[in-house]
T-cell receptor, first 119, second 116 residues
Framework: DTGVSQDPRHKITKRGQNVTFRCDPISEHNRLYWYRQTLGQGPEFLTYFQNEAQLEKSRLLSDRFSAERPKGSFSTLEIQRTEQGDSAMYLC?????????????????FGPGTRLTVL | AQTVTQSQPEMSVQEAETVTLSCTYDTSESDYYLFWYKQPPSRQMILVIRQEAYKQQNATENRFSVNFQKAAKSFSLKISDSQLGDAAMYFCAFRQYGGGADGLTFGKGTHLIIQP
């Protein structure tokens, strides 16, 4: 399968624990995005990377959230001291962005998501 | 900041009929992209159709077409000859053009039911 993959697909944790999710983008894609989708809502943008650089962060990304993409390939999203309000589907997407042409359209391809339940 | 509003939480249509999903948005930008994404149950989100704001011609992809009214900030999706496989959540999304911002802003979605 050459699409975006996410691991794990489901995660159940207790409040206060730390969790980490992984996203593997489509291999030639240089941009990677994280979104959060709560029940009954549309996805909300969290952050995105171009190669290893984190270029944009939403105000939704609190201090407890950190995302990395150290080698410009896969990315991890860590949530520290989880709260019940963190329960959501965390979606990853990737695209082939044109460096230096920020406005140019680049289709975002989404992964299946990681469903987090905080008890 | 931009907002996207989908006022129809759920729509139902008979198989082979036509259905229109509504979307309005608010932005101060003049150049942007609009999208419709489909999210089938337990499956990943896929792009259905996109529209560039600078284009006056409405986008069309096979049975899917849009009615883009820039002045009214309206962007509806028409699905012709509805099929059972069209059943899904449909999300309208906005992306500004340039400025380094590449994240999508989504509406809350419309649940489309196809009745056989």
């Amino acid at each position: 399968d050459t699409g975006v993959s996410q691991d794990p697909r489901h995660k159940i944790t207790k409040r206060g624990q730390n969790v980490t999710f992984r996203c593997d983008p489509i291999s030639e894609h240089n941009r990677l995005y994280w979104y959060r989708q709560t029940l009954g809502q549309g996805p909300e943008f969290l952050t995105y990377f171009q190669n290893e650089a984190q270029l944009e962060k939403s105000r939704l990304l609190s201090d407890r959230f950190s995302a990395e993409r150290p080698k410009g390939s896969f990315s991890t999203l860590e949530i520290q001291r989880t709260e019940q309000g963190d329960s959501a589907m965390y979606l990853c997407a990737s695209s082939l962005g044109t460096v230096g042409l920020a406005g140019v359209y680049n289709e975002q391809f989404f992964g299946p998501g990681t469903r987090l339940t905080v008890l | 900041a931009q907002t996207v509003t989908q006022s129809q939480p759920e729509m139902s249509v008979q198989e082979a009929e036509t259905v229109t999903l509504s979307c309005t948005y608010d932005t101060s930008e003049s150049d942007y992209y609009l999208f419709w994404y489909k999210q089938p149950p337990s499956r990943q989100m896929i792009l259905v159709i996109r529209q560039e704001a600078y284009k006056q011609q409405n986008a069309t992809e096979n049975r899917f077409s849009v009615n883009f009214q820039k002045a009214a900030k309206s962007f509806s999706l028409k699905i012709s000859d509805s099929q059972l496989g069209d059943a899904a959540m449909y999300f309208c999304a906005f992306r500004q053009y340039g400025g380094g911002a590449d994240g999508l802003t989504f509406g809350k979605g419309t649940h489309l039911i196809i009745q056989p």
